[in-house]
Structures are given as structure tokens and as C-alpha cells.
């Protein structure tokens, strides 16, 4: 659990680049987040389950988790906020997840629709992420041709691969309800 102090909200607009259809979500944070806790809920959002390196970067800098073979190429994602590094509406950050696949984000705050109740809160989205290791945009998008279609030569292997992940992936789906109460399970 990660405990929170009470500040303002900040509704934020993720977009998966590179994928079409598009995949987004919409998410009300307190201001004070740090980006380590957005990381978290940026995976908990798209269903990942943070088995990978990620990075943010704006025009402001670059942040990730501490890294002690490498200090100084980056900030701590721990020691700044969303207010720091998206003070206004408009501004953008980028958010890069498993250097390998290259999953590209890129955040921006929005104006507030409604303040909502409780913080953090998933207010929107559309289709699911993408599954782990699934090869960025472009494997993603051979996955979907090969799940869509059960004369694809792919088609079975695909299946079973995510099937032995325990995984039953609908591309269209976005469950909020599961989300925000994952998220309420980690910052609650």
C-alpha cells in the first residue's frame, strides 16, 4: 500500500502510440504523485504487470527508477511529482515501457472534467493493452491479425500462448470496475 497526502487533482490522458486502433485511459491523480507512482498506475491501467525497464522523458529531464550501476543518467522517478513535470494544462511527458517491445506513451494533462471522490481513479479508456512481450506495435498488431482470424497460420499458437498465461485477452475490452479497484488496493 502507498500512502498519499492530500493535494489537488490532475487528470491525465494516456495514449499507447503507435497502435492502431488507438489505445488509451484517462486518469485523475493527486498532484503530488511522484512518477514512480505513476509508473504503477499507468501498469495496473493497461494491465501490465511491470516485468520491465521504463522511463520517463519530457523537455524537463529524465526520470526512471534509481539505477546504481548507472547514477546521474537519469532522476529518480521517486523525487518528482506530476506538478513538477506537468505544471499546466497541454503539457506532455513521455513514458517508454520494455525498452525491447519500444511501448511508447505519451501523457497529457487535461483539464478537470469532475473532481472525483477518491484518487487515484481510472475515468476512461479504450481497448485493452496490449498483452506482455507481445513485441511492440508491430507484433502486437501480427497478434491481433492472428487472433482475428482462425485460418492464420499463427492463429493456434497465439491462442495457447496467452491461454498458458493465464490470460483471456479480448483486444476490446477495458474493465475499469478491475482497474480502479486495483489501484485502490495499491494507494488506499
Not at 64 to 77: F, L, R, S, W
Not at 124 to 141: I, N, Q, V
Request: with cysteine; proline share 9%; aromatic share 6%.
Amino acid at each position: 500500500m502507498i500512502e498519499r497526502s492530500e493535494s489537488g487533482p490532475v487528470q491525465l490522458r494516456l495514449d499507447l502510440t503507435g497502435v492502431e486502433p488507438p489505445i488509451w485511459r484517462r486518469v485523475v491523480v493527486p498532484e503530488d504523485f511522484t512518477l514512480g507512482d505513476l509508473h504503477a498506475a499507468i501498469q495496473i491501467a493497461l494491465g501490465w504487470q511491470d516485468m520491465h525497464l521504463h522511463e520517463f522523458v519530457s523537455e524537463r529531464g529524465r526520470w526512471g527508477p534509481p539505477d546504481e550501476e548507472a547514477p546521474g543518467e537519469q532522476g529518480d522517478e521517486d523525487g518528482v511529482t506530476i506538478a513538477d513535470v506537468l505544471p499546466a494544462e497541454g503539457d506532455a511527458l513521455r513514458y517508454e515501457y520494455d525498452f525491447g517491445d519500444g511501448w511508447q506513451h505519451e501523457i497529457t494533462r487535461e483539464p478537470l472534467s469532475e473532481e472525483p471522490e477518491e484518487l487515484p481513479v481510472c475515468t476512461g479508456g479504450e481497448r485493452a493493452g496490449p498483452p506482455e512481450d507481445s513485441g511492440g506495435p508491430d507484433g502486437y498488431e501480427q497478434l491481433l491479425a492472428a487472433l482475428a482470424d482462425p485460418e492464420h497460420p499463427d492463429h493456434q499458437e497465439m491462442v495457447d500462448s496467452l491461454a498458458a498465461e493465464g490470460e483471456e485477452f479480448d483486444p476490446e475490452r477495458v474493465d475499469l470496475d478491475l482497474v480502479n479497484k486495483e489501484l485502490r488496493d495499491i494507494f488506499d
